[in-house]
T-cell receptor
Framework: DQQVKQNSPSLSVQEGRISILNCDYTNSMFDYFLWYKKYPAEGPTFLISISSIKDKNEDGRFTVFLNKSAKHLSLHIVPSQPGDSAVYFCAASEGAGGTSYGKLTFGQGTILTVHP | DSGVTQTPKHLITATGQRVTLRCSPRSGDLSVYWYQQSLDQGLQFLIQYYNGEERAKGNILERFSAQQFPDLHSELNLSSLELGDSALYFC???????????????FGPGTRLTVL
């Protein structure tokens, strides 16, 4: 039972353009969402997050949008750079703060390739 | 470098065997998480410890066990290994067992287990 889904296994984008990575979830108890980036032979690194009380969070070139009614979130990268080429994982948690004990449910990941 | 270390980097063993994966959290982090990433799967949460005590459990098989020692390092023990246990095993750490933008989970580089 895949509670967090990233339906696009890969995405290819030209340098300077916008990259949009999508994520859908089914568990209505999720209330905190995160994006992680992973390079080969390394562990995932935290990128950006959003609480369910917000619909947008921005950090430099990265913006995460949350549509609770559609149970959908997306990560926008503008402008995309070749160094952004990596696997991006969407993750979700029930009960931000102390109640979830930090348990994260991850999607399968999307491989982003940014061409120069 | 996330500050989380995992040993060994690679492990090749046979079915039916038992192995131990080791994780040292970042200095100051009291919480340790174990995740499994199989082929075509996102990261699956296995188990979480805080200051030596088990705090949350995911879909961890009965053949798997873990513990966190007084010096806060953690070990994941996998026994009666099967071909399907071949995967990347990640350890992550955070200061406290919760999910928030100010309590990031830092991931180690992972241990690649191959069961032949």
């Amino acid at each position: 039972d895949q509670q967090v889904k990233q339906n696009s296994p890969s995405l290819s984008v030209q340098e300077g353009r916008i990259s949009i990575l999508n994520c859908d979830y089914t568990n209505s108890m999720f209330d905190y969402f995160l994006w992680y980036k992973k390079y080969p032979a390394e562990g995932p690194t935290f990128l950006i997050s959003i609480s369910s009380i917000k619909d947008k969070n921005e950090d430099g070139r990265f913006t995460v949008f949350l549509n609770k009614s559609a149970k959908h979130l997306s990560l926008h990268i503008v402008p995309s750079q070749p160094g952004d080429s990596a696997v991006y994982f969407c993750a979700a948690s029930e009960g931000a703060g102390g109640t979830s004990y930090g348990k994260l449910t991850f999607g399968q990941g999307t491989i982003l390739t940014v061409h120069p | 470098d996330s500050g989380v270390t995992q040993t060994p980097k690679h492990l090749i063993t046979a079915t039916g065997q038992r192995v131990t994966l080791r994780c040292s959290p970042r200095s100051g982090d009291l919480s340790v998480y174990w995740y499994q990433q199989s082929l075509d799967q996102g990261l699956q949460f296995l188990i979480q410890y805080y200051n030596g005590e088990e705090r949350a459990k995911g879909n961890i098989l009965e053949r798997f066990s873990a513990q966190q020692f007084p010096d806060l390092h953690s070990e994941l023990n996998l026994s009666s290994l099967e071909l399907g246990d071949s995967a990347l095993y990640f350890c992550a750490s955070s200061v406290v067992p919760s999910v928030s933008s100010y309590n990031e989970q830092f991931f180690g580089p992972g241990t690649r287990l191959t069961v032949l």
